[in-house]
Nanobody
Framework: VQLQAFGGGLVEPGGSLRLSCAVS????????MSWYRQAPGKEREWVAR???????GYADSVKGRFSISRNKSWNTVYLQMDSLKPEDTAVYYC?????????WGQGTLVTVSS
């Protein structure tokens, strides 16, 4: 299984971006997929999760502004980010979990600045 995150870039405060995480290899029976982020000088933090049945969860800091979704085949997961704030600036990573195994994608940089 390989994950590749893309879609980051520079956006002004209040703007929007959509990140994508493309999954290759066996995508069957993932338990969940998540987005994490790591801001400069800070630890990596969880942002959002989507479970196999479609249930989603969000960190309080992004609730109401970010939305996680996936296509039916599980080979792409999205993170729609609206009303972006400077504090959302970070490298964003996607993660897939199946049983005791997990896989990370490389990060994509999101910079929110005027």
């Amino acid at each position: 299984v390989q994950l590749q995150a893309f879609g980051g870039g520079l956006v002004e405060p209040g703007g929007s971006l959509r990140l994508s995480c493309a999954v290759s290899g066996s995508v069957r029976n993932f338990h969940d997929m998540s987005w994490y982020r790591q801001a400069p000088g800070k630890e990596r933090e969880w942002v959002a999760r989507i479970y196999g049945g479609g249930t989603t969860g969000y960190a309080d800091s992004v609730k109401g502004r970010f939305s996680i979704s996936r296509n039916k085949s599980w080979n792409t997961v999205y993170l729609q980010m609206d009303s972006l704030k400077p504090e959302d600036t970070a490298v964003y990573y996607c993660k897939a979990v199946r049983g005791m195994a997990s896989w990370w994608g490389q990060g994509t940089l999101v910079t929110v600045s005027s």
